[in-house]
């Protein structure tokens, strides 16, 4: 079992950047894929960034590439996800979600789930 809580979301200017970050609790983070998800009001949960158990995949969706940054410190226990250069449709509740082993892109792949951090960015 995993539990995650994320924080550090809230409201930015468009052009600006934030870091979320997401707890975990659980002994073995380090054998966890962990994934960002987000979700705009109206749209389907959507995929942001995973990064795999030990540090060496990532994976990106296309409206995020050179923009956000997801990494982790399994020490910690957290995982982050560092978004820059912020737009007004970045706007959503951001999702972390974990699964164990693998690199996994879609929501239906993932048991484990926080229960989000709203971020709104404005013009």
């Known amino acids: 079992q995993v539990q995650l809580v994320e924080s550090g979301g809230g409201l930015v200017q468009t052009g600006g950047s934030l870091r979320l970050s997401c707890a975990a609790s659980g002994r073995t983070f380090s054998s966890y894929a962990m994934g960002w998800f987000r979700q705009a009001p109206g749209k389907e949960r959507e995929f942001v960034a995973t990064i795999n158990w030990n540090y060496g995949t990532t994976q990106y969706a296309d409206s995020v590439k050179g923009r956000f940054t997801i990494s982790r410190d399994n020490a910690k226990n957290t995982v982050y996800l560092q978004m820059n250069s912020l737009k007004a449709e970045d706007t959503a509740v951001y999702y972390c979600?974990?699964?164990?082993?693998?690199?996994?892109?879609?929501?239906?792949?993932?048991?484990?789930w926080g229960q989000g951090t709203q971020v709104t960015v404005s013009s």
């Open positions: 979600a974990a699964q164990l082993g693998g690199v996994f892109t879609t929501r239906r792949q993932y048991d484990y």
